[in-house]
């Protein structure tokens, strides 16, 4: 098993950039499929993306050119990046890992984007 703990989150402005990390403690990190997920206030958690063992990403379509996924399995983190960030991104993005039947979420980290 694993325990996720995401760091980065911060106020931006419209158009700015920002970093997501995830750091994972545990073992077999290579082996988890692991996502971003995100939850606006009054709304549901949606994936924002997700990486697998392989490297292979899929993106949700109002991130897509705009955000990357990347995992690095020497140091068990994996990196959301974010640019020309709207308004409409503000929300708390939560880091997930799945194995088989196992999930498991990070506490989540806060993004606004306003200015």
């Known amino acids: 098993q694993v325990q996720l703990v995401e760091s980065g989150g911060a106020l931006v402005q419209p158009g700015g950039s920002l970093r997501l990390s995830c750091a994972a403690s545990g073992n077999l990190f290579s082996t988890y499929i692991m996502g971003w997920y995100r939850q606006a206030p009054g709304k549901q958690r949606d994936l924002v993306a997700s990486i697998t063992t392989g490297g292979m990403r899929n993106y949700a379509d109002p991130v897509k050119g705009r955000f990357t996924i990347s995992r690095d399995n020497s140091k068990n983190t994996v990196f959301l990046q974010m640019s020309s960030l709207k308004a409409e991104d503000t929300a708390v993005y939560y880091c997930?890992?799945?194995?088989?039947?196992?999930?498991?979420w990070g506490q989540g980290t806060q993004v606004t984007v306003s200015s």
């Open positions: 997930n890992a799945r194995r088989g039947g196992y999930i498991t």
